[in-house]
């Protein structure tokens, strides 16, 4: 859908929402109000989960602070429900830090366990602290009132919730098309690219996830003056796993998703009450959590990515076209050619009792390519590792540009200049081509999450749209900027990494084997292609298996062998070489 | 704290985290040949407890129609899946797996039931009675997303842990139970009185991963299990079925949960929901220990057990939050610990 289309639809779905009182019962008003308290936190994880990867079965646990926060600040200690609103946004963001902080670092699977767990515990803590009123909560909760006017019909208080979900789902999608959005995009499928970029993996995670617990908060606070009590067994595991069943039912990386799946859900649950009696009275409470896990562990086996995407799948894709009188991006200045760029000294790393790279030095000068080769398992990509920085050495020094980069993290390395691809391309698939390239500028671009937010950032996202379409028209992918990038073959999609790279607007280019897999005359593209960036005064590091690739391309060569440099020279003189002959042939003896 | 008060605590920490252990030791086991974290290997313990409750009232457990109504399912999508493959010849095979076996053991437990028999036997029959349900789960829940990432199987098992639930009010009532003590001696040392069951819970605990230890290293049905937790494909060139193996390890652990259920029966009151506690300490001690380490899974759960003694004393309230809090700085350890180059997951 293109942005006016999709600006129609929304506000024809804003029209339908503002008149459904007029027409319906008020029973299914409040089935609504809940719908809408529901889908503020399947939003949340919607870009938590669906959109970073990040698996929480903790956000119930986030609503409870936010509506235990309010319901003490209004019911127990008198305060009115908008200095709840206030405390509960406070606490929950507070905590969110605070366990993002000392949880995000985790890898995959434990990081969703930790949050199981504090997900229980906080859980547990509601029913067991005496002024919370343990189990039995908090009742006779004031209602919200703007002016004098009390929202206590759930007709009323109808508007504030689903006033703040579209409010909350215009922020976060314009969020997801600005610079901040793509890095948490970006988060989806490991760190290893993210930080090669220069974005800071860490940060990006605890933004998503402090997002996130902020619309639990809101909906906390909500859920508290609407249903005007609290209890421990509203925010229990069971819910936090219900909250992500909505995210997961809406759809994989899909904001409107999280509405979808939480009407679903809540629709589903509502007529599962109504008919299980008629089924098997007496049984319904039980037989209603075994019907519900079944149809979600029937719905994560059949239809994982869930309804949204299925759907938009059939509509036609998004094309905002790009704005050709944007301003340039500034670019850096490119160092004199000849001068030493990285400085590689005495560098050692071990695995265990393998030594991969063994007091290895060479230098890479100044608009030139320099090819690294050597036969499988002579140490090069670990080499190349350790250049970029994704690997610590364990002796020796690299400098780049004159700065040592032993405790430099890799996305400082990124920040100072070093683009690289990847062996195995690693591209956002789901993402389009533009979009993937656009994150190799990120380093080049400044807004923040708020002003993507609030679209503050739009003359400089056209600055780098503008960049992103030029890069790829370099590489000769002009045509495809807005392609999902998985749909590309694979010669295509290890040139939309060189875009990325060259996005950032480096000093040096490090290639990880670009020519593999890649048909005779995509290489002889790619290498008229090297040539011209080198002709631009860019720096070139190759890492290469394809002889005849690296021989006619190079003006230098390294050859390691067995973890060490077994010697170094212009292609001529390695050809000649018999040593390289020796390692890549074996001995002739 | 006195001395004594400490060796009460101890001692007391010891007989639940050896409990725990037990759990611990079947969730790593499953972990590690098929990646899913069975987290309702706690309440397939809770349900033996209850199976054992009814047996020894002489009433029908309601494990008997659960294990009926789920094989029923299992072979249904079995059969299925063959006729749809063209796999005629494979039906009876699967009817004996999924039908015949656990029906035959279910039918024996429920013709047993009623004629109250002595204690040694209705405690194999619990065993019997649980034993089905996790493989028979396995064919109905995980088996047709065996290839999905670790995340999604967690996921997956923490909603089968909520219909689990839903189930054990279903079949076994929403009343707690506690069994009559499988021993009622004791004994002194250094001046702490320790039961009997105290003593038989570590004694189990010990001799039954003894036992996994042996069977692991020694026997041809352990090395096949190693050999897919190391490398599924790996095995598979080599002519193991990870789906045996996979069967193989829910069974063992089902074995593992049910003895630990039979074990904290007489001492805690359980009830149809209890095993998510029991189930997610033991997991807590299973990382602790690594998730891929027996040992390391034994001696997390243990010391879980000890926390969990120690807390209850400081706030019995509190005891379950200061568990749970505890795995957040536990596992920034692990994840530390097992700091890689991370092989990015799939998208």
Redesign the interface.
């Known amino acids: 859908m293109t942005r006016r289309r999709k600006s129609i639809a929304g506000v024809l779905a804003l029209v339908a929402l503002a008149a459904a009182p007029l027409f319906l019962s008020s029973f299914t008003i409040s089935l609504l109000d809940y719908i809408g308290v529901y889908a503020l936190v399947a939003i949340g994880l919607a870009l938590l989960t669906g959109v970073g990867g990040i698996v929480s079965f903790g956000q119930a646990a986030f609503v409870g602070v936010g509506a235990y926060a309010t319901a003490w600040a209004s019911a127990l200690a008198g305060y009115s429900p908008w200095v709840g609103l206030a405390l509960a946004i406070v606490l929950t963001c507070g905590v969110a830090a605070v366990l993002g902080a000392t949880t995000l670092r985790l890898q995959g699977h434990f990081l969703s366990l930790s949050t199981l767990a504090w997900g229980l515990a906080i859980g547990f803590l509601f029913g067991n602290v005496e002024g919370l009123g343990n189990f039995s909560g908090i009742s006779s909760i004031p209602p919200i009132r703007i002016g004098s006017l009390a929202l206590t019909e759930s007709a009323q208080i109808y508007y504030l919730i689903w006033g703040v979900v579209a409010a909350s789902l215009v922020a976060l999608s314009n969020l997801l098309n600005s610079r901040a959005g793509r890095a948490i995009r970006a988060l989806r499928g490991g760190n290893v690219l993210v930080e090669s970029l220069g974005i800071d993996s860490f940060r990006t995670k605890l933004a998503a996830f402090v997002i996130a617990a902020l619309l639990a908060a809101l909906s906390g606070w909500l859920y508290a003056h609407m249903s005007r009590f609290v209890s421990p067994a509203t925010f229990d595991a069971g819910m936090g796993i219900e909250y992500l069943m909505m995210a997961m039912v809406g759809g994989q990386g899909s904001l409107i998703g999280g509405v979808v799946g939480a009407s679903i859900i809540t629709f589903l649950k509502n007529s599962i009450q109504d008919y299980l009696p008629l089924i098997s009275p007496g049984a319904s409470g039980q037989l209603e959590v075994v019907a519900f896990s079944a149809i979600f562990i029937l719905f994560l086996q059949r239809a994982r990515r869930g309804i949204v995407p299925y759907i938009v799948d059939r509509l036609p894709k998004a094309s905002e076209p790009v704005d050709e009188s944007a301003a340039d991006l500034p670019k850096r200045r490119q160092p004199p050619a000849g001068r030493t760029i990285l400085s590689v000294d005495q560098v050692v790393r071990r695995f265990g009792g393998l030594t991969a790279v063994n007091l290895v030095s060479f230098e890479v000068r100044a608009a030139e390519i320099l090819g690294l080769i050597g036969p499988n398992g002579a140490g090069k990509s670990t080499m190349f590792n350790l250049c970029t920085g994704a690997l610590p050495m364990d002796s020796g020094a690299i400098a780049f540009a004159g700065e040592p980069i032993r405790r430099m993290p890799q996305r400082a390395i990124a920040r100072a200049g070093v683009s690289r691809t990847f062996q195995h391309v690693k591209l956002r698939p789901r993402m389009s081509v533009i979009d993937n390239v656009l994150l190799g500028a990120h380093t080049r671009t400044k807004a923040g999450i708020a002003a993507g937010m609030l679209r503050l950032d739009r003359s400089e996202e056209a600055s780098a749209r503008k960049e992103a379409q030029a890069q790829l028209q370099r590489v000769g992918l002009g045509d495809v900027l807005f392609e999902e990038a998985g749909n590309l073959p694979l010669g295509k999609q290890r040139l939309v990494e060189i875009a990325r790279a060259l996005a950032a607007d480096p000093v040096l280019l490090v290639l990880d084997e670009p020519a593999a897999g890649l048909r005779r005359n995509e290489k002889m593209a790619l290498a008229e292609l090297l040539r011209s960036l080198r002709a631009d005064g860019l720096t070139i590091l190759l890492v290469e298996h394809d002889m005849e690739f690296v021989m006619s391309l190079v003006d230098r060569i390294v050859v390691m062998d067995f973890g060490s440099k077994l010697c170094e020279g212009l292609p001529a003189e390695i050809r000649a070489d018999p040593r390289v002959q020796e390692a890549y042939l074996g001995s002739l003896a | 704290m006195s001395f004594d008060i400490a060796a009460i605590l101890a001692v007391d920490g010891v007989s639940n985290g050896a409990i725990y252990a037990l759990v611990a030791i079947g969730t790593v086991l499953l972990f590690s040949v098929t990646r899913v974290?069975f987290v309702p290997f706690g309440d397939l313990a809770a349900f033996t407890a209850l199976t054992l409750a009814a047996l020894d009232g002489g009433k029908r457990p309601g494990t008997v129609a659960l294990v009926a109504i789920l094989a029923a399912l299992a072979f249904s999508m079995e059969a299925f899946a063959l006729l749809r493959a063209g796999r005629r010849r494979d039906l009876p095979k699967a009817a004996l797996y999924y039908l015949l076996v656990p029906g035959v053991l279910a039918a024996i437990v429920g013709v047993a039931a009623p004629l109250h028999p002595p204690l040694p036997v209705r405690l194999l029959l619990a065993l019997m009675a649980v034993t089905p349900i996790a493989p028979l789960l396995d064919r109905i829940?995980f088996r047709?997303?065996a290839d999905?990432p670790?995340?999604?199987l967690?996921?997956?098992a923490?909603?089968?842990h909520?219909?689990l639930?839903?189930?054990g009010?279903?079949f076994f009532g929403p009343e707690g139970v506690r069994t009559e003590p499988l021993t009622s001696g004791s004994l002194e040392i250094f001046g702490t009185t320790i039961s009997g069951q105290t003593v038989l819970i570590v004694v189990a605990a010990l001799a039954l991963s003894g036992l996994l230890y042996v069977c692991f290293d020694y026997t041809l049905v352990g090395k096949a299990l190693r050999a897919v937790s190391s490398n599924r494909t790996g095995a598979r060139l080599m002519g193991i079925r990870p789906a045996r193996a996979g069967a193989i390890a829910y069974i063992l652990g089902s074995v593992l949960a049910g003895v630990s259920g039979i074990l904290i029966a007489p001492v805690n009151t359980i009830f149809y929901d209890s095993g998510?506690l029991i189930g997610?300490k033991a997991?807590?001690g299973a990382?602790i220990g690594g998730l891929y380490s027996y040992p390391g899974a034994a001696l997390g759960a243990l010391f879980v057990g000890l926390l969990e003694s120690f807390a209850s004393f400081e706030s019995s309230?509190?005891k379950?939050?200061i568990v749970?809090?505890l795995?957040?700085?536990i596992?920034?350890w692990?994840?530390?610990a097992?700091l890689h180059?991370?092989?990015?997951?799939?998208?």
């Open positions: 974290m829940v047709p997303v999905a670790v995340l999604l967690l996921i997956i923490v909603a089968l909520f219909a639930v839903g189930l009010l279903l998510f997610l997991f807590v990382i309230s509190l379950d939050v749970f809090s795995l957040v700085p596992l920034m692990r994840s530390i097992s180059l991370e092989e990015d997951d799939e998208e």
